[in-house]
């Protein structure tokens, strides 16, 4: 067994993080400028934690009874690194991920009473429990019922990441952490309407099936790609739904300090344009998914320098 208390072993080890973030990165700021220097290794960490989990959850790849155990294998080995041990393996890269998670939750210590904690564990290993939640639920969920079910989904698929970025650069407080599960909610549900087409190709659905109901929208219509005024009717609610979450998050990007702010900032008008994208286009992902380009890229450098502080 090893622990995580050797520092040149826990620098090599943030490294191979640093590494397989840049490798894999997608909307995570770990190679952002914009991130604290201090935090970069932490947030690294996190992201190759997350990053080999959600491998573990991906269809087409294993059967789902081997995609659990995979996951159960990972939550044991969360478990052992939040004690500070890490058991070595055959898989070099498994392990260097669990010495800097190890290093990381033991320099941010159990936060009592902020929603996620549990009495026998801090904050941060919560959270990351919560993502391995949401990847059992992608191996054994293809529907949601109501509203309140995605939510939850949600709860614990990317909400968990904002906090997490609020903890590793010391900006976690109740206010903000209701913020940020807003806009983190408001993101994941922008990228569920985004990929609409994709997920349906997979078998996989996230507007609410009584949303789906109550505007008289057919299921049928979308193994054909036909795209229905009633789907546009029920996509319109979800999204205004989730403009209200963008609203809510927004505020978030005020009450951080430094470079985060700018992070926040571009990240809330990146996800927010591209649900403007998706209603301008009536929603309708079977034709044309809606994308960033340069000029929005330009567009967002000036929004979050020009951003106007919420009310």
Known sequence: MVTSGNPAGTDAAYATCLRLAREHYENFPVASWLMPPAARPHVAAIYAFARIADDFADEGRREPADRLALLDMWQQRLD???????????????????????????????????????????????????????????????????????????????????????????????VRASQSDALCTALQLTNFWQDLARDWASGRLYVPLDLVRAHGARIEDLDSGRWTPEWSSALRDAGDRTHALFAAGRPVADGVRGRLRLELRSTWLGGHRILDRLAEADYDVFHARPSLAWPDAARIAAGALLWRRSA
């Open 80 to 174: 052992a690194a939040a004690r500070g041990e890490v058991t070595p393996t055959n898989n070099l890269q498994d392990d260097a991920v669990f010495v800097a998670l190890a290093a990381t939750l033991r320099q941010h210590p159990p936060y009592a009473g902020r929603g996620f904690s549990r009495a026998d564990s801090g904050v941060m290993r919560s959270l990351l429990s919560d993502l391995l939640s949401a990847f059992r639920q992608d191996v054994t969920t293809t529907r949601y019922e109501n509203w309140d079910s995605v939510l939850d989904y949600c709860r614990r698929s990317a909400n968990p990441v904002g906090r997490l970025m609020l903890l590793v650069t010391g900006n976690h407080d109740p």
